[in-house]
């Protein structure tokens, strides 16, 4: 079953294709990493597939037309996102904060939450007066909050040391093939990516510039010469 669909995502700002024509399928389940250098129009994409960002364009949700939608009847059909830089609410409590994600989607999952991110032992303190790498963590829970079955992650790495970067990744990987949730994520930490997508989509100047497996993405020329020969 498919459950994230874009069919010619197309996004310009004045004389500025941002997008052009870009078309993704990911199946149920699926972990697919965006990956390709500055500029190249994953996050553009990802806010194009959240409804941040009117475009033209269709995006499907299982199967159904959510092209027109507001990003939070997304949220409420299983479209869930995080962001680059967190969203995190630093003078609210950890738990606080879970129970108002909880609510915002009648969701009854929060303390399952918190325990699933590790994130219990922090309840009970302020947001802003934890670790980064544990905002980070507190970043995703909220994303997660309400059970959805689509999740789009916009750097979700972003600041972390190596091992945070690994336990993060073998932490998404876990929980993903346990809800059986599906993931788009943008990241530039390509240990991230190869440890955790089952496909790659490379994009260039806003266009697809290749789609495959890891070890196929790791290995074609014209990868490499883009983007894998400079990140290395």
């Not at 037309?65 to 003078?91: H, M, V, Y």
């Not at 497996?213 to 074609?220: E, S, V």
Request: aromatic share 4%; hydrophobic share 45%; with cysteine.
């Amino acid at each position: 079953m498919i459950a994230l669909a874009a069919t010619g995502i197309t996004k310009t700002y004045g004389g500025f294709t941002a997008l052009s024509d870009v078309s993704l399928s990911v199946e149920h389940g699926e972990i697919r990493a965006l990956i390709g250098p500055n500029g190249a129009g994953k996050s553009t994409l990802i806010d194009a597939l959240s409804g941040r960002n009117p475009c033209l364009g269709r995006v499907e949700l299982m199967g159904a037309d959510i092209s027109r939608l507001t990003p939070g009847k997304r949220r409420r059909l299983g479209l869930s996102r995080s962001f680059q830089k967190t969203s995190i609410f630093p003078r609210m409590t950890v738990r606080a904060q879970i129970e108002l994600a909880a609510r915002a989607v009648d969701g009854s999952d929060g303390m399952d939450v918190l325990d699933e991110f590790d994130l219990r032992p922090l309840a009970d303190r302020l947001a802003g007066d934890i670790g980064y790498g544990d905002q980070r963590r507190l970043d995703l829970a909220l994303a997660m909050t309400g059970q959805p079955h689509t999740l789009l992650l916009d750097e979700p790495a972003a600041g972390l040391s190596f091992e945070e970067s690994k336990r993060l990744a073998a932490h998404l990987r876990d929980i993903a093939a346990r809800r059986g949730v599906t993931v788009v994520i943008v990241e530039h930490d390509m240990d991230v990516v190869f440890a955790i997508a089952d496909t790659i989509t490379v994009l260039q100047l806003g266009q697809v510039l290749a789609e495959g497996r890891p070890d196929d993405i790791r290995a074609n020329p014209d990868v490499v010469r883009a983007y894998l020969g400079s990140a290395a």
